[in-house]
């Protein structure tokens, strides 16, 4: 019985803490910013693609990078992946005529979402951390998530190049071949859950002002990697199911859907900012 109760009171607890960061969040109107991160988001994802294709191709075999970009991406745009990697390529077959004028815009264009994802951070945390970041250190932080993210993207090429021979490697067990392909698919996909993980937790690290502990912080990278994922095969199963968006918004209904999934993955890397700064309110108060 006693066990009953602690049971009960724990889950009290939690269920209040739940309670507290989602009426935090809509105080802080979690869903407004949501949606504008969602909006700068489209205006971003290409140039980003584009300008890291541009610097990594010096390094690595274009082709290769595109084709890892691409089953990355479907973690993250699920039924999006292969329309923008295609206009990526497109772009990449007239590279030699972007002068100096044109990276500059790539540039700007690629570090909106950044921005915005900052501006957005800041308000969730601004009842933990009133202090605001100084212009110079605002300005420089997208740039350096644009070289974090071209680092993952050279880095996880050079795995999967690695790992592709797995695809065609035979295994003979007792007389019989067995094919490896599954350990290959099996690789990239908790490859790219570790990459969603990591680069959610520098978020959170890195945007809110003031110092977070990187326990908050990876618990919050895994919670909204974990979110996401349900999500993500929520909008997998409605790809395949319905076309109800279709009938409606008709030529529009793509961009539509695509806008609602990025704000999806906004709302989650939101929650798990307001679970953080929940976190902290409650340690501060307890000290």
């Given at each position: 019985m006693v066990k009953v109760y602690k049971a009960l009171a724990a889950f009290g607890r939690i269920s209040g803490f739940l309670l507290r960061v989602l009426g935090r969040f809509r105080q802080n109107q979690?869903?407004?910013?949501?949606?504008?991160?969602?909006?700068?988001?489209?205006?971003?994802?290409i140039p980003l693609m584009i300008l890291i294709l541009i610097v990594l191709s010096h390094f690595m075999d274009p082709e290769l990078l595109i084709e890892t970009m691409q089953r990355f991406l479907e973690l993250a745009m699920p039924g999006y992946a292969a329309a923008?990697?295609?206009?990526v390529r497109v772009f990449l077959r007239y590279r030699g005529v972007i002068g100096t004028v044109g990276i500059l815009v790539l540039v700007f264009?690629?570090?909106?979402?950044?921005?915005?994802?900052?501006?957005?951070?800041s308000g969730i945390f601004h009842r933990v951390r009133p202090r605001r970041r100084h212009f110079l250190v605002s300005s420089i932080l997208p740039y350096l998530f644009i070289v974090i993210i071209a680092l993952g993207v050279l880095t996880l090429s050079f795995v999967v190049g690695a790992l592709e021979q797995l695809e065609s490697t035979k295994l003979e067990v007792f007389g019989h071949k067995f094919g490896l392909g599954f350990i290959f698919s099996f690789a990239v996909y908790v490859l790219g859950l570790s990459a969603e993980v990591f680069l959610i937790t520098v978020l959170y690290l890195i945007l809110p002002v003031g110092n977070t502990s990187f326990r908050h912080a990876l618990v919050g990278g895994l919670a909204a990697t974990v979110l996401w994922e349900i999500t993500r095969r929520v909008i997998v199963w409605y790809y395949k199911t319905f076309t109800f968006v279709n009938l409606i918004y008709g030529s529009f209904a793509s961009v539509v859907v695509f806008l609602l999934g990025v704000e999806?993955?906004?709302?989650?890397?939101?929650?798990?900012?307001?679970?953080i700064a929940e976190l902290e309110h409650v340690n501060e108060k307890i000290r």
């Open positions: 979690g869903l407004i910013l949501a949606g504008s991160i969602a909006y700068y988001t489209l205006l971003s994802v923008l990697t295609e206009q264009f690629s570090s909106i979402a950044f921005s915005v994802l900052e501006s957005a951070i999806a993955v906004a709302i989650i890397v939101l929650l798990g900012a307001q679970v």
